[in-house]
């Protein structure tokens, strides 16, 4: 289908990989299209007309509506703190039981039940684990299933965070009463058991305690260097602990050095499960070429070699083992020549890959699943994305002639490049392609009407937000009170006024959707939970 922006047909594929491809002005016109091939079910957008001086003026603000307080408790109420409150509960229950003598099981196996916490807590955030349930449930209930066995899957695996942390934090709780115990006995246990106890659990308290929303965001080099180190740390020392607990035996106050004793207790293979969940995704670690593309100042697109199935992120850095950023992938398929990423400029990793651009980067071989990896579940969807979530968002869109696409930008066709662009052009067709360049005309659009109208056109069953925080709130918001199902982006610790204040820091427009807030730039990469081990 020719594009109504350029009477030429778009330029060779190479051209494009390259980053040579030349630039049309008007790639936002480009879901215009002949009406006589479009069914009259399919939302059409028409061509971009420059607006006049009259008609950019921004109208007055819109009274904003109120949100039910049922919608905002439900928001925040999601699938992972329902998780966590879940996990966190039940061991809460047993570990009070264990403290009070109404549990022998536990009691006796106090480490046990500390280490099989921590071990699903880990496994939970395993890249290979993860994507043996995306693969499961994608390949078990894709398409046929009821629509409400589908969300409630997507639902569950994009917030298994809450049992990591629910996890986590209950191993931390089952360890302190295990070193209890080991104190209140002091006269029965070798002072090197209590010693080793106490260090131990000062290093998975530490570990704990740097995962916590406040110091993520706040601190987030911070978090990541002691949720990482000081957790490796902490997993030798459990294996010390562990050990020495094993071969001991108070009762005779003797040391059992039989390695058959060690392997037949349950803590052992804990510790080893927890070991191995941690080292998989290193062996993937690998130091491999990349060519970056800077159309813009504001972005780097990072080009790798061999293609990938859509929905995943990847994480890269310039070290083998430190400062890992995780990022959106975008390809055409498995079989493509190449897949990228797109890097909006952040902070100093990524302001370094625009201003030193690097030809090597290190990245994790193994990528992890996101929601977006769940799109095969439904029958047809709409992605809606505001700046550079394009990364996260646009895979899926290529490699699916069933998800409909709304980009919100500024400016995309310059701030994004050729290779970008020209991968929108070749694969989406324009009766499923709605972009909106806020520049152009003359500010950020009605959203929700938008979606509404594309929801029901489209026969959408789920629509996936990659957008601001602010942007995603409002978005969930609408489509809640509308009955659409939704899924966004995951935030935590961060409020309206919290970004709105950033904003007023930075003299920037909280703008909401729009994809220029800069306050975004700021929280797309703090606000979402990652694994660091």
Not at 115 to 122: D, E, K, R
Not at 239 to 252: A, C, E, M, R
Not at 493 to 518: I, T
Request: aromatic share 12%; hydrophobic share 45%; net charge positive.
């Amino acid at each position: 289908m020719s594009l109504v922006a350029s009477e030429s047909t778009s330029p060779p594929y190479d051209a494009a990989e390259k980053g040579t491809l030349e630039v049309h002005a008007g790639l936002a016109n480009a879901t215009a299209l002949d009406e006589k091939r479009v069914d009259s079910s399919v939302v059409v957008t028409t061509e971009v007309v420059p607006p006049s001086k009259e008609a950019a003026a921004k109208p007055p603000p819109a009274k904003k509506k109120k949100v039910s307080k049922r919608i905002l408790w439900n928001l925040w109420f999601n699938t992972y703190r329902k998780l966590f409150t879940f996990v966190f509960t039940l061991n809460m229950v047993g570990l009070f039981l264990a403290a009070s003598g109404h549990f022998p099981y536990a009691v006796k196996w106090t480490g046990a039940m500390a280490l099989g916490n921590l071990n699903f807590a880990i496994l939970m955030r395993n890249e290979l684990f993860g994507r043996f349930l995306y693969l499961f449930v994608n390949t078990c209930f894709a398409k046929w299933a009821p629509l409400w066995w589908r969300l409630g899957c997507t639902s569950v695996l994009q917030h298994l965070g809450g049992i990591h942390s629910g996890c986590a934090l209950s191993g931390v709780g089952w360890l302190i009463l295990k070193v209890v115990n080991n104190f209140r006995h002091h006269s029965i246990n070798h002072d090197a058991i209590l010693v080793i106890g106490t260090v131990t659990n000062l290093a998975v308290i530490i570990s704990a305690l740097s995962a916590f929303p406040w110091v993520r965001n706040n601190h987030h080099n911070v978090f990541e260097r002691h949720h990482r180190f000081v957790g490796w740390i902490g997993l030798i020392l459990t294996w010390v602990f562990t050990i020495l607990g094993d071969s001991y035996n108070p009762d005779t106050r003797m040391w059992n050095l039989s390695g058959g004793h060690v392997l037949r207790q349950q803590d052992f293979w804990f510790a080893m499960g927890m070991t191995t969940f941690i080292i998989i995704p290193w062996l993937c670690v690998r130091e491999v070429p990349v060519d970056i593309e800077l159309p813009s100042p504001k972005v780097a697109v990072v080009r790798f070699e061999r293609g990938m199935q859509q929905g995943l992120l990847g994480r890269i850095s310039r070290t083998s083992i430190m400062e890992y950023h995780a990022f959106g992938i975008i390809s055409e398929g498995k079989h493509a020549k190449y897949h990228y990423m797109i890097c909006g400029v952040q902070g100093d990793f990524t302001r370094g890959l625009v201003n030193d651009p690097p030809r090597t980067l290190w990245t994790r071989q193994l990528k992890f699943a996101g929601v977006s990896n769940t799109s095969t579940l439904y029958k047809r969807g709409i992605r809606i994305c505001t700046g550079t979530g394009i990364g996260a968002a646009l895979s899926t869109c290529l490699q699916s002639p069933h998800w409909y696409l709304i980009w919100i930008g500024s400016d995309q066709e310059k701030t994004f490049g050729p290779t970008i662009n020209g991968l929108i052009r070749r694969h989406i067709e324009p009766e499923r392609l709605l972009l909106w360049d806020s520049k152009l005309r003359g500010g950020r659009p009605d959203t929700m009407k938008i979606l509404k109208e594309t929801y029901h056109s489209w026969n959408a069953e789920v629509v996936f937000i990659t957008s601001n925080y602010i942007g995603n709130s409002e978005i969930m918001q609408g489509c809640k009170e509308a009955g659409i199902p939704v899924f966004g982006t995951l935030w935590d610790f961060v409020s309206h006024s919290a970004c709105a204040r950033l904003c007023w820091v930075l003299k920037a427009d909280c703008c909401q959707v729009s994809a220029r807030c800069e306050a975004r730039a700021l929280y797309a990469r703090r606000f979402v939970s990652f694994p660091v081990f």
